[in-house]
């Protein structure tokens, strides 16, 4: 059945782009001149129609391509007047699937306790790695879906999630259960999996030796479960680190992904907390994305500069982790593509790509245009779905955000108040979300 959607008299609607480029590098001039549609006069009649969860129509009402939806039977109708529509939100970084909170880490970081102590002393990532896997996948699917209701009250119509609590096949098997079911029955969102099964090393093994499990053990049997069907996962990260896996060792999990899951996308953490140099290497296998980079180096930014990697920036984890910011002014003054991502986890807790793209613009010196468009069309190029989302263009999927107010800016300068702000969520032209 064809679902047809009408949002009509909207003061403002932000395409970003409306030619079909698939990102905005920091040096492009149309990062100052994003496609906007502004009203004009109190009569004008700004609309969008989705037919099927397909953008079909943007414009005024007077536009001669508007005859072809005029007289439409609508099975919802969205009055915008006075409010403003962005491209739903894409969140390119998140760890959702988990069981076991960290407030207790919170206190000791404010405490002085780096990332590395803690993790040294059985908390962080093996914390929350005991209680993972003793909890039941239902127990687990139960927990996520309530988080990616929160992504979505903010604003997120898109997000990418990984596993990486196990550490070990049966355990990494299992969240990747749970982020296929979601992807296939949860709705309110799109849904982007990583397999990381490379987070941290496990207690009781060397890098080496976790290393040869993952090649020779894991990726093996992803492989077969992703062509039975019985998964679904669309990229591969490591977490690239001095303690934990070094470049030779990820080089070698994200070649084997390479040559064993077809169209399986890289997308990994790089020079969080040790400068490794690690880009060179991502460069070279053309990663789709590199995450973090507090610690990349200038020859590394020329790298990316030249080529399609996006550089993923977590403005939330610099600033909650007390870790140097990631040079993000430099990297797109020399022309690389930036995305951002919320790193939603049990130690960076924060669900709101609005307030992430305040921070990226308070702390790390990006520019609204350049927080928006990382927060979307150049999101949706490092998850590879820039030809169906990301921007507001004719054929892309229906994924909006309709602000209760006539300058999209908002989301950005009304710090922590996008509930408020948020008007209508809409995911492949259904409302998945409305303000009461």
């Known amino acids: 059945m064809n679902k047809k959607l009408l949002i009509h008299h909207a003061s403002q609607i932000v395409q970003i782009v409306s030619?079909?480029?698939?990102?905005?590098?920091?040096?492009?001039?149309?990062?100052?001149?994003?496609k906007?549609?502004?009203?004009?006069?109190?009569?004008?009649?700004?609309?969008?129609?989705s037919i099927n969860g397909k953008i079909e129509f943007i414009g005024l009402d007077t536009d001669e391509n508007y005859s072809n939806f005029k007289n439409l039977v609508y099975d919802s109708k969205i009055d915008a007047t006075n409010c403003s529509i962005l491209p739903g939100l894409i969140d390119s970084h998140t760890h959702p699937v988990w069981?076991?909170?960290?407030?207790?880490?919170?206190?000791?970081?404010?405490?002085?306790?780096?990332y590395m102590d803690i993790h040294k002393a059985g908390g962080g990532i093996h914390f929350t790695v005991r209680h993972t896997r003793d909890a039941s996948e239902c127990k687990?699917?139960?927990?996520?879906?309530?988080?990616?209701?929160?992504?979505?009250?903010?604003?997120?119509?898109?997000?990418?999630?990984?596993?990486?609590?196990?550490?070990?096949?049966?355990?990494?098997?299992?969240?990747?259960?749970?982020?296929?079911?979601?992807?296939?029955?949860?709705?309110?969102?799109?849904?982007?999996?990583?397999?990381?099964?490379?987070?941290?090393?496990?207690?009781?093994?060397?890098?080496?030796?976790?290393?040869?499990d993952i090649v020779e053990n894991q990726i093996p049997k992803l492989r077969d479960l992703i062509r039975s069907n019985d998964l679904e996962v669309d990229n591969i990260d490591v977490f690239c680190e001095k303690g934990v896996f070094d470049v030779?060792?990820?080089?070698?999990?994200?070649t084997k992904a390479l040559q064993n899951i077809?169209?399986?996308?890289?997308?990994?953490?790089?020079?969080?907390?040790?400068?490794?140099?690690?880009?060179?290497?991502?460069?070279?296998?053309?990663?789709?994305?590199?995450?973090?980079?507090?610690?990349?180096?200038?020859?590394?930014?020329?790298?990316?500069?030249?080529?399609?990697?996006?550089?993923?920036?977590?403005?939330?984890?610099?600033?909650?982790m007390q870790l140097k910011r990631p040079p993000a002014r430099k990297m797109l003054n020399s022309g690389c593509i930036i995305a951002l991502g919320s790193d939603f986890n049990p130690n960076a807790y924060c669900y709101a790509m609005p307030l992430v793209m305040n921070y990226a613009c308070i702390d790390l010196r990006l520019s609204m245009n350049e927080a928006l468009v990382a927060a979307t069309l150049n999101s949706a190029f490092a998850l590879g779905v820039e030809k169906s989302?990301?921007?507001?263009?004719?054929?892309?999927?229906?994924?909006?955000?309709?602000?209760?107010?006539?300058?999209?800016?908002?989301?950005?300068?009304?710090?922590?108040?996008?509930?408020?702000?948020?008007?209508?969520?809409?995911?492949?032209?259904?409302?998945?979300h409305q303000k009461n």
């Not at 030619?19 to 994003?34: M, T």
């Open 248 to 254: 030779e060792q990820t080089e070698r999990i994200m």
């Open 99 to 114: 069981e076991g909170d960290r407030i207790n880490e919170f206190k000791m970081k404010l405490e002085g306790a780096t």
């Open 140 to 212: 687990l699917y139960e927990s996520l879906t309530k988080r990616l209701d929160n992504f979505s009250k903010s604003g997120t119509t898109f997000v990418e999630c990984k596993s990486g609590y196990g550490l070990e096949w049966e355990t990494e098997y299992k969240m990747l259960k749970v982020l296929t079911k979601a992807k296939r029955e949860y709705k309110s969102i799109g849904i982007s999996n990583t397999y990381l099964g490379g987070h941290a090393v496990p207690i009781g093994k060397t890098a080496d030796e976790a290393t040869d």
């Open 262 to 320: 077809e169209n399986i996308k890289i997308n990994f953490h790089s020079d969080e907390l040790y400068p490794l140099n690690s880009v060179e290497m991502a460069v070279r296998l053309k990663s789709k994305a590199v995450s973090h980079l507090e610690e990349i180096s200038d020859s590394e930014i020329e790298l990316m500069s030249k080529s399609e990697t996006v550089g993923i920036l977590l403005p939330t984890t610099a600033i909650i």
């Open 19 to 34: 030619n079909g480029q698939p990102y905005l590098r920091g040096s492009d001039p149309n990062i100052k001149n994003l």
């Open 389 to 432: 989302k990301g921007s507001l263009e004719i054929g892309k999927d229906a994924d909006f955000v309709v602000l209760n107010n006539e300058r999209w800016e908002n989301i950005i300068y009304q710090m922590g108040s996008h509930d408020q702000l948020i008007k209508y969520v809409i995911v492949n032209g259904q409302i998945v």
């Open 36 to 49: 906007i549609l502004s009203k004009q006069s109190p009569s004008d009649n700004l609309c969008i129609v």
